[in-house]
């Protein structure tokens, strides 16, 4: 009973350098979303996508691209790494109706 | 668009003890969900309650409770008996009702010390 599955748990870039966090959830959800967390602070909302093939901005969305071709994937894209994007990043997925997320386990990553 | 305030950066209580997390919220909607996170040093997010905003009974799971008075858009978690393994960040949620997005607005968070 995997849920959300994120990877890599921590990652190290240089400034201009561009990776992938992987994120793949096994309930079958619809919704599924990618948040980061700054240093003692609530959760913000990159992008989010409520099924395969549609995606849209959340609310910090620059220099962030993600893509939902199957419903279990929802990769998050960092082109050209800056300081500014050092954080926590979270990776969830919801079904339809009252209920909250199931998280993955978060991506702490650093920009030097 | 909608906003959620914990206005209690940091709280501590006595093991055993009730303490009480406050959270205030502003929407236009009338009809949407609230939640409770808890975040331990694992990093882990971690469900702990919810209440749906049609019901006026207040929500119970256990140990922790929430006190919602929708009017006054406040949505406070109390946790009775507190325990070493309930020191964490809180966070509280909110969510809107009609099927969609279903995009959380979350709180900064509120950091809870027990002490032994």
């Known amino acids: 009973n995997a849920g959300v599955t994120q990877t890599p748990k921590f990652r190290i870039l240089k400034i201009g350098q561009s990776m992938t966090l992987q994120c793949t959830q096994d309930?079958?959800?619809?919704?599924m979303y990618w948040y980061r967390q700054d240093p003692g602070m609530g959760l913000k909302l990159i992008y989010y996508?409520?099924?395969?093939?549609?995606?849209d901005k959340g609310e910090v969305p620059n220099g962030y691209n993600v893509s939902r071709s199957t419903t279990e994937d929802f990769p998050l894209r960092l082109e050209l790494a800056a300081p500014s994007q050092t954080s926590v990043y979270f990776c969830?997925?919801?079904?339809?109706?009252?209920?909250?997320?199931?998280f993955g386990s978060g991506t702490r990553l650093t920009v030097v | 668009a909608q906003t959620v305030t914990q206005s209690q950066p940091e709280m501590s209580v006595q093991e055993a003890e009730t303490v009480t997390l406050s959270c205030t919220y502003d929407?236009?909607?009338?009809?949407?969900?609230l939640f409770w996170y808890k975040q331990p040093p694992s990093r882990q997010m971690i469900l702990v309650i919810r209440?749906?905003?049609?019901?006026?009974q207040n929500a119970t799971e256990n140990r922790f409770s929430v006190n919602f008075q929708k009017a006054a858009k406040s949505f406070s978690l109390k946790i009775s008996d507190s325990q070493l393994g309930d020191a964490a960040m809180y966070f509280c949620?909110?969510?809107?009702?009609?099927?969609?997005?279903?995009?959380?607005?979350f709180g900064q968070g509120t950091r809870l010390t027990i002490n032994p």
């Open positions: 969830a997925s919801s079904g339809q109706g009252p209920y909250g997320y199931t």
């Open positions: 309930m079958n959800h619809n919704y």
């Open positions: 996508s409520v099924g395969a093939g549609i995606t």
């Open positions: 929407t236009s909607e009338s009809d949407y969900y």
């Open positions: 209440q749906e905003a049609y019901k006026q």
């Open positions: 949620a909110y969510r809107s009702a009609p099927e969609g997005a279903q995009k959380l607005v």
